[in-house]
């Protein structure tokens, strides 16, 4: 029987082909030499498997080149039954597609029994999946491709090369190839059965892959069956296979095949994508066959051979009732796979008169399988078809004239112009005015005006063409930079400041209408900001700020301002040159709009502003400014601005009258009693001081103000913010805050997290106390201070156990939970990942999981992968592989480090063959990243677990072509896998040594010392040269260049370890004296080696000794001082004092057991164990070191093997 882990992952795409393959094969041939019905065709299923390769003849020998998946440990076959039952769980575990659900419904009911009858429900459902996952690749990279001629024709290359690298992966899977090979080595039997369903997916996959020879065997073999005849998706498919590779005569093959077999009535009146009543189902199955051969003679470039098609359609003499041997009347799409063809073939001036002739038409088709003589007028997405041609072919005349008349008739019939509409008429006129520099400016001029007023959209209910698309964000900057650069500044600046307002509105009305969630409206805002960033860089990087005017500074400050964004400090300081230079003139004369944006260049200046305020203040005066017009944020900016910089703030404002006279007073209660939230005035709130909605610049705080520029400056570190950034981000916040300007609770909240990362404490908690300033001034809004207040709270949280200070943590935890709330995913999962220092990590990690279940939280990719990870280090595989599962039912994707976590703990239970599935799937997914640790827990696996040189060589050529750089890690397993596994060999094992000495990325340390000590004493049992290498380290090149001292604890354990497996206990004495003169500490792994290797020589009063010299730590924390490093991280036991206390571990405690017994000193074992009771460590630790007792074969050697590695090399 395979491992039992093996029985959740014997769904994994097409590696469980070669699984069932593995344990089907021979068992399947030999059935088909002595079978003679469907019954026995697989009575052999459960018969032992050879993993030879002596074998001869064709199909199912290929596939046994390893034996690797084929039993357990002890051989044992598995069975029929059992095998059916994994492969099974691809329809509980593998969650279709949504176009694939109803379907797939559908045909369960009808399959399901025919399967069981058949004997191939292991191999359908198997070819189902694989091909299933086909199409969804397919209709990825179609998806994909899509995208990507989009964003160039709009100009965006950015990140094109990554799509090309994620369309190329996607083509690369070989989901095909396996289905095609399990359907191969089934219907090798002749009893073999497959219902309709699995021939279509497996000719689909034919049509997508171009492979008509695969079509022809899979039809041959659905032609033999004269229990289910085709429909007419079978002909479909057939046709496009040879029509893709461009082979008209198959395809015409194809289509008289099912033009007689329609004669003949044998032909299922069933297709994709139809469902309708009977009739309608019928004739619309028959069409689409008569438009797949129309697409097939425009694919091969038979245009006139498909208009000829197309006539017989139109000439047929079929009526109202249906006939399967009658040419059938053309549909809507019959036309527009016309139309669809001539685009294709690059004849769009004949595409563009049939699309003219059907737009003269009088009705739109109820439906595109409505049979008609007469063409309707085109549906949506045959104007997309057009759009796209004609703008390809830079037919720009005739693209416009075409997108007027459809915004005519959308209006007239309520139908969408779609934002892809939008975008190709964008490009394809931005295109053409960008290679026409010599343009008419009257000509240039009015084009644009055409664009900026009809091709943009300014309606709001729709929630169309926003910022959400990169594509239009970018064509909407390129559309305003033509107003620019032709010379029309104040309009280019006009139609920015429409598309962002627009844009704002657009969120706002969505948020309102619940058309987008927070995520999705965030992601709008953020596009919007970066539409005002990118047009202001581009701007100033055309113009320079010494020769812009000023009232296009201040526009352009004010559009920043607007959507939230951040002014750059480049504009501010050319906003105030500019308006030093020209206030003095005669002739400055500024909108109320760009008065307001000097206002808030002046009180956002990080400098010291009062004396530019004060001037500003003059200018309002002696230009009459309508400062009475100004916004409500201008207000109050104008207000508490100066409240802080002027003494006579009260007379400068009485000149401007009221509000700004009873505004300051009410400002000036409000700052005398700020003890009282109550007093705030509400005339200084903002109404809506969302994170969501942008251009709020401001919101009343009792001591300062809530600021959306600042918030801008300081969250510039989120996401991804290095150690410098974060910092940075820190120093804004103490500069706003000592001047009484805040951000907004979210970017307090993220900075609190980030600072948490770095170990940051105190600084986490000068954000928190300004927080709670924050909190306060939201008092009138509860609302908005609950969500900031739990925002607040979950965050510290998180920063707290980065920060190492989980008590703390759990503390805000509390808080949250006493106040009915629920911390968040991610700060469950920091909790998780930094459960330490107990000796029942995971039993803690699992409570905190499962509390937050309870809660209803829904886990994110990072809190599964730090529950897995600390089910895989407690070798919990079993509920690993059930989290891993309920992930991907989720729908989120697993990363990197989730495979690498649940293949570790495959690997920490000995099963090979899950873990060899998890990592083929793994490097499989289209966005796998090659990291290193999932190449090195493979390689661990074959090192130490399951010795096998030939599979660690494997996965470090794998990681080699990856491109991964090896770790000290990677080093140590191959000096592991040379020195250890027989049969040894010491001259590769040095080569590698060489190679890592030579390695300037990797430093050599003290694990790479004693795997050689271990391979040259341990195992090939040379004491004289494991001796040398202990002698040569210290004066060793590597070790000169190293901070640390060697030889560290970890050599020291090795060499200790040597001694006792050669019983060499009378050298012992002075490698200790060594240890301790070296000032290298004691470590609780080295004791257990004393106390066995006294034991075994018959001093056990030294064992006792020993290990009574050891100290237990604090009941439930795990011992100190005693962990080796792990991976690519080094030692740092150099840091613990070589008098510091040696900690048992639970291994001293099993070491002293053993020792007891082997000398025959029960009573003394039994005694240990009850101390080891007393101390109240986990029950699964208790019960492993007592279930010694019951081995009567215990001596203190009992694991003792010379190929093992010691605690040392994990």
């Known amino acids: 029987m395979l491992p039992k882990v093996a029985n959740t992952l014997i769904h994994h795409t097409h590696r469980a082909v070669v699984a069932v393959q593995n344990q089907t094969g021979h068992a399947l041939r030999n059935a088909l030499q002595s079978s003679s019905g469907s019954s026995t065709a697989v009575a052999g299923w459960g018969s032992p498997v050879s993993g030879g390769s002596s074998h001869s003849g064709p199909g199912p020998s290929k596939f046994h080149a390893s034996g690797r998946l084929q039993s357990s440990h002890n051989g044992t076959p598995i069975s029929s039954s059992q095998v059916r039952d994994r492969v099974e769980k691809l329809k509980a575990f593998r969650v279709p597609s949504a176009q694939h659900r109803s379907h797939l419904a559908t045909d369960a009911a009808a399959d399901s029994s025919q399967l069981v009858r058949s004997g191939f429900g292991t191999y359908a459902t198997l070819i189902n999946t694989l091909t299933d996952r086909d199409f969804e690749n397919y209709e990825a990279v179609r998806r994909a491709e899509a995208r990507l001629r989009r964003r160039r024709r709009a100009g965006l290359d950015e990140n094109a090369h990554d799509e090309e690298n994620r369309i190329a992966s996607l083509r690369g899977d070989a989901h095909f190839k396996s289905a095609l090979a399990l359907f191969q080595t089934a219907t090798s039997n002749p009893n073999s059965k497959f219902p309709l369903q699995i021939y279509n997916k497996l000719l689909r996959s034919c049509a997508i892959h171009a492979n008509p020879h695969a079509a022809s065997l899979v039809y041959a073999h659905l032609e033999k069956r004269t229990d289910i005849v085709p429909d007419a998706q079978t002909f479909i498919s057939l046709i496009e296979t040879y029509a893709t590779g461009r082979d008209v005569q198959g395809a015409e093959s194809m289509f008289n095949e099912f033009k007689e077999a329609s004669r003949q009535d044998r032909v299922q009146w069933t297709c994709d994508g139809v469902a309708s009543e009977q009739d309608l189902n019928q004739r619309a199955s028959q069409t689409a066959v008569w438009n797949e051969m129309l697409a097939a003679y425009f694919r091969c470039g038979q245009a006139t051979d498909a208009l000829g098609l197309l006539e017989q359609m139109m000439d047929t003499s079929a009526g109202d009732t249906f006939r399967s041997a009658q040419t059938p009347l053309p549909t809507s799409s019959t036309f527009s796979r016309a139309i669809a063809g001539f685009c294709q073939n690059g004849d769009v001036p004949t595409a563009l008169i049939w699309f003219e002739r059907m737009l003269q038409q009088d009705t739109l088709s109820a439906s595109p399988h409505e049979s008609t003589r007469v063409p309707h007028r085109p549906d949506a997405s045959t104007w997309t078809t057009m759009f796209d041609a004609l703008a390809d072919e830079g037919m720009v005349a005739e693209l416009n004239r075409l997108f007027a008349r459809w915004i005519n008739i959308s209006a007239q019939e309520g139908a969408a112009v779609w934002s892809d509409h939008r975008d190709s008429v964008l490009a394809a006129n931005l295109k053409f005015m960008d290679s026409r520099a010599d343009l008419e400016q009257a000509k240039a001029h009015e084009l644009l005006d055409f664009l900026a007023d009809h091709v943009l959209p300014w309606e709001i209910e729709g929630g169309h063409f926003t910022f959400y698309r990169d594509t239009s964000r970018s064509l909407c900057q390129r559309?305003?930079?033509?107003?620019?650069?032709?010379?029309?500044?104040?309009?280019?600046?006009?139609?920015?400041?429409?598309?962002?307002?627009?844009?704002?509105?657009?969120?706002?009305?969505?948020?309102?209408?619940?058309?987008?969630?927070?995520?999705?409206?965030?992601?709008?805002?953020?596009?919007?900001?970066?539409?005002?960033?990118?047009?202001?860089?581009?701007?100033?990087?055309?113009?320079?700020?010494?020769?812009?005017?000023?009232?296009?500074?201040?526009?352009?400050?004010?559009?920043?301002?607007?959507?939230?964004?951040?002014?750059?400090?480049?504009?501010?300081?050319?906003?105030?040159?500019?308006?030093?230079?020209?206030?003095?003139?005669?002739?400055?004369?500024?909108?109320?709009?760009?008065?307001?944006?000097?206002?808030?260049?002046?009180?956002?200046?990080?400098?010291?502003?009062?004396?530019?305020?004060?001037?500003?203040?003059?200018?309002?005066?002696?230009?009459?400014?309508?400062?009475?017009?100004?916004?409500?944020?201008?207000?109050?900016?104008?207000?508490?601005?100066?409240?802080?910089?002027?003494?006579?703030?009260?007379?400068?404002?009485?000149?401007?009258?009221?509000?700004?006279?009873?505004?300051?007073?009410?400002?000036?209660?409000?700052?005398?009693?700020?003890?009282?939230?109550?007093?705030?005035?509400?005339?200084?709130?903002?109404?809506?001081?969302?994170?969501?909605?942008?251009?709020?610049?401001?919101?009343?705080?009792?001591?300062?103000?809530?600021?959306?520029?600042?918030?801008?400056?300081?969250?510039?570190?989120?996401?991804?913010?290095?150690?410098?950034?974060?910092?940075?981000?820190?120093?804004?916040?103490?500069?706003?805050?000592?001047?009484?300007?805040?951000?907004?609770?979210?970017?307090?909240?993220?900075?609190?997290?980030?600072?948490?990362?770095?170990?940051?404490?105190?600084?986490?908690?000068?954000?928190?106390?300004?927080?709670?300033?924050?909190?306060?001034?939201?008092?009138?809004?509860?609302?908005?201070?609950?969500?900031?207040?739990?925002?607040?709270?979950?965050?510290?949280?998180?920063?707290?156990?980065?920060?190492?200070?989980?008590?703390?943590?759990?503390?805000?935890?509390?808080?949250?939970?006493?106040?009915?709330?629920?911390?968040?995913?991610?700060?469950?999962?920091?909790?998780?990942?930094?459960?330490?220092?107990?000796?029942?990590?995971?039993?803690?990690?699992?409570?905190?999981?499962?509390?937050?279940?309870?809660?209803?939280?829904?886990?994110?990719?990072?809190?599964?992968?730090?529950?897995?990870?600390?089910?895989?280090?407690?070798?919990?595989?079993?509920?690993?592989?059930?989290?891993?599962?309920?992930?991907?039912?989720?729908?989120?994707?697993?990363?990197?480090?989730?495979?690498?976590?649940?293949?570790?703990?495959?690997?920490?239970?000995?099963?090979?063959?899950?873990?060899?599935?998890?990592?083929?799937?793994?490097?499989?997914?289209?966005?796998f990243k090659p990291r290193v640790p999932p190449y090195n827990t493979m390689m661990q696996l074959y090192t130490h677990t399951k010795p096998d040189r030939a599979r660690v060589l494997h996965y470090y050529n794998e990681l080699l072509a990856a491109r991964v750089q090896p770790t000290a890690h990677t080093y140590k397993l191959l000096i592991d896998a040379y020195g250890c596994i027989e049969p040894v060999d010491l001259p590769a094992m040095e080569k590698v040594f060489k190679d890592l000495v030579a390695d300037s990325s990797v430093s050599v340390q003290g694990t790479h010392w004693a795997a050689l000590i271990n391979a040259y004493g341990c195992v090939h049992k040379d004491l004289d040269k494991a001796l040398e290498v202990f002698d040569s380290i210290a004066t060793h090149p590597s070790t000169n260049a190293r901070t640390g001292p060697l030889p560290d604890a970890v050599v020291y354990e090795a060499l200790i370890n040597t001694l006792v497996t050669l019983r060499r206990m009378d050298l012992m004495p002075a490698y200790i004296e060594r240890l301790q003169a070296s000032g290298v500490h004691m470590t609780a792994y080295i004791a257990n080696l004393l106390i066995k290797g006294y034991a075994s020589v018959g001093e056990i009063e030294r064992s006792r000794e020993i290990f009574e010299s050891l100290q237990d730590p604090q009941e439930g924390v795990a011992a100190p001082h005693n962990h080796v490093p792990h991976q690519n991280k080094q030692a740092n036991t150099s840091q613990v004092p070589v008098n510091a206390p040696v900690y048992r571990e639970p291994s001293t405690w099993e070491a002293m057991v053993r020792a007891e017994l082997g000398n025959g000193e029960r009573d003394r074992a039994v005694s240990l164990l009850q101390r080891l009771q007393a101390r109240m460590f986990p029950p699964a630790v208790y019960q492993r070191i007592s279930g010694i007792m019951l081995d009567d074969s215990v001596s203190p050697w009992a694991s003792t093997d010379g190929s093992s590695s010691p605690s040392f090399s994990t």
């Open 479 to 927: 559309l305003v930079m033509q107003y620019w650069n032709r010379g029309h500044t104040d309009q280019a600046l006009d139609l920015a400041s429409r598309i962002a307002t627009r844009q704002l509105e657009v969120i706002q009305h969505g948020q309102k209408e619940r058309l987008f969630d927070a995520t999705q409206s965030q992601r709008r805002i953020e596009g919007t900001r970066r539409f005002a960033a990118d047009l202001t860089t581009e701007i100033m990087g055309k113009t320079g700020s010494a020769s812009a005017p000023l009232s296009s500074l201040l526009r352009l400050s004010a559009l920043l301002t607007d959507v939230g964004a951040l002014v750059p400090s480049a504009l501010s300081e050319s906003c105030l040159n500019a308006y030093a230079l020209q206030r003095a003139s005669p002739t400055l004369s500024l909108t109320t709009k760009e008065w307001e944006a000097l206002l808030e260049v002046v009180v956002a200046s990080e400098t010291d502003s009062s004396a530019t305020l004060n001037t500003l203040v003059d200018d309002f005066l002696q230009h009459s400014a309508d400062v009475a017009a100004f916004s409500d944020v201008a207000k109050n900016h104008l207000v508490r601005s100066l409240s802080w910089h002027d003494a006579n703030s009260a007379r400068l404002l009485a000149q401007f009258g009221e509000p700004f006279s009873s505004r300051y007073a009410e400002l000036q209660r409000a700052q005398e009693e700020a003890s009282s939230p109550a007093i705030s005035a509400h005339s200084f709130d903002v109404q809506t001081p969302l994170e969501e909605v942008p251009g709020s610049p401001l919101l009343s705080v009792s001591s300062g103000r809530i600021d959306t520029a600042h918030s801008q400056s300081v969250g510039e570190f989120f996401p991804g913010g290095n150690k410098a950034a974060v910092l940075t981000a820190y120093r804004r916040f103490k500069s706003g805050a000592d001047r009484g300007i805040y951000p907004r609770p979210i970017v307090l909240a993220r900075l609190i997290s980030a600072l948490g990362r770095l170990g940051e404490v105190d600084k986490i908690y000068d954000i928190y106390d300004a927080a709670q300033v924050v909190l306060n001034s939201l008092e009138t809004m509860k609302h908005w201070q609950t969500q900031g207040w739990f925002l607040i709270e979950d965050h510290m949280i998180i920063g707290l156990a980065h920060a190492g200070d989980l008590e703390a943590a759990h503390a805000h935890r509390q808080r949250i939970l006493q106040q009915g709330g629920v911390p968040s995913a991610d700060a469950y999962g920091a909790l998780i990942l930094h459960v330490k220092d107990t000796t029942d990590d995971t039993s803690n990690a699992m409570a905190l999981f499962q509390e937050s279940q309870s809660f209803g939280v829904v886990p994110n990719i990072f809190m599964y992968n730090t529950v897995i990870s600390k089910l895989a280090k407690a070798r919990k595989a079993d509920y690993a592989l059930q989290l891993f599962q309920d992930m991907k039912a989720r729908g989120i994707q697993p990363t990197s480090v989730t495979y690498g976590a649940v293949i570790a703990a495959c690997c920490r239970v000995g099963d090979a063959a899950s873990a060899e599935l998890l990592f083929q799937e793994m490097t499989g997914e289209p966005t």
